[in-house]
């Protein structure tokens, strides 16, 4: 129900301004058809109130009623109604008809699609038969020039503010939606990418490498004893370090570097037409420093990297593998000591292992 209200008075919000515009455009156009038929003095009263106080009061009835979104589509009914009551009221007079019909139907298509375009035409319909038994009108061919005239700001100016509310209205729904997929890609603690966004960042770097013949390196990286660290100095603690380590990342990476949380203490980064020699020493300065914080909260916590290495290999079928030479040289950096930058093995005949204690 707070979801529907919400929707609703989103709504009745945008239906408030359109309709006041409307009604009074609409109002200069059927009283202009109305005056050579010398309406009763209550004809002339209803015109009146549907043109200049049914717009808030239906606005009023829509705030007040438990869901909005519904009482949007009464009144939006209503409106229908009262377009096909003016028709017959105005003799069937062509243009104004035309144009009070046509508008009306614009703005349910705007508002409820096809469906709603099909219900606002047995309102419609509905009004009209009211109108006739009311009024049992002839039907008159011509429009004057007058008429036609007051038909015009109704046929230009309401056209222009329902795109204007339609285009605004799509424009926010995108940016939500790119809002909605930066917060599924995102993770929501570091900032990074999260595990899935960054392993697609991946294929698409591996793609690139082997159209290219070319390609940087990619990284694994472990806060080293993390477990320990949640145990003796608490979750907020070791939170604290992960936030760290990630603005860390950001600060120290060049723009075209992709850096993701891999998932709970792990990260990974992608390191596009670096060679390894060049990743492993970025890596190595990257542990250095992160060695070296402190933390205010708790002085005597100190904290160390494990990283793992590996350069785009032209042999590897898919980015798995690319990914697997990293995490194995990762293994490798945890089981021989920590606290250290360790290459993948396939790539050291090549490259000089950096280990740093």
């Known amino acids: 129900m707070g979801k529907t209200g919400g929707k609703g008075l989103s709504l009745a919000k945008r239906l408030y301004t359109s ?8 109002l200069i156009c059927v009283s202009v058809a109305m005056y050579p038929l010398d309406p009763a003095p209550w004809v002339w009263g209803v015109m009146l109130f549907n043109g200049l106080l049914w717009p808030h009061l239906a606005y009023l009835w829509a705030r007040r009623a438990k869901a909005a979104y519904h009482a949007e589509h009464r009144n939006l009914l209503i409106d229908a109604f009262m377009g096909g009551f003016w028709v017959a009221a105005m003799q069937f007079n ?18 409820g699609g096809l469906r709603f375009l099909l219900v606002g035409s047995v309102a419609q319909l509905l009004g009209v038969c009211v109108g006739w038994l009311i009024f049992t009108p002839a039907f008159i061919p011509e429009t004057s020039q007058l008429q036609l005239y007051a038909c015009l700001p109704l046929m230009c100016f309401y056209p222009i503010a329902l795109g204007w509310i339609c285009y605004r209205q799509a424009y926010t729904l995108g940016r939500k939606k790119r809002e909605l997929l ?4 995102t993770d929501s603690l570091t ?22 013949q070319q390609g940087g390196a990619i990284a694994l990286i472990d806060i080293d ?8 100095y608490g979750h907020v603690a070791g939170d604290i370090v992960l936030r760290q380590l990630s603005k860390m990342l950001k600060q120290n990476l060049r723009v075209s570097d992709v850096a993701g949380r891999y998932g709970g203490d792990e990260f990974c980064v992608i390191l596009p037409d670096l060679p390894l020699g060049s990743a492993a020493a970025a890596m190595d300065a990257l542990r250095d420093r992160f060695a070296t914080l402190g933390y205010e909260q708790n002085p005597s916590l100190k904290v160390s990297l494990s990283i793992g290495l590996a350069a785009f290999d032209v042999c590897h079928a898919d980015a798995t593998l690319w990914l697997n030479d990293a995490d194995q040289a990762l293994y490798e950096a945890k089981t021989t000591g920590r606290n250290r930058v360790i290459c993948s093995s396939n790539d050291r005949p090549h490259h000089e292992l950096l280990d740093s204690v």
């Open 225 to 232: 004893h993390f477990k320990s660290i949640n145990d003796t």
């Open 182 to 185: 930066a917060l599924s890609r």
């Open 19 to 26: 309709r006041i515009l409307g009604l009074v455009l609409g």
């Open 94 to 111: 062509p243009l104004p008809s035309a144009t009070t019909l046509s508008m009306m139907a614009m703005n349910n298509v705007a508002i």
């Open 191 to 212: 900032g990074l990418l999260n595990h899935g966004a960054w392993k697609d960042q991946l294929e698409i770097e591996f793609q690139r490498c082997q159209r290219q």
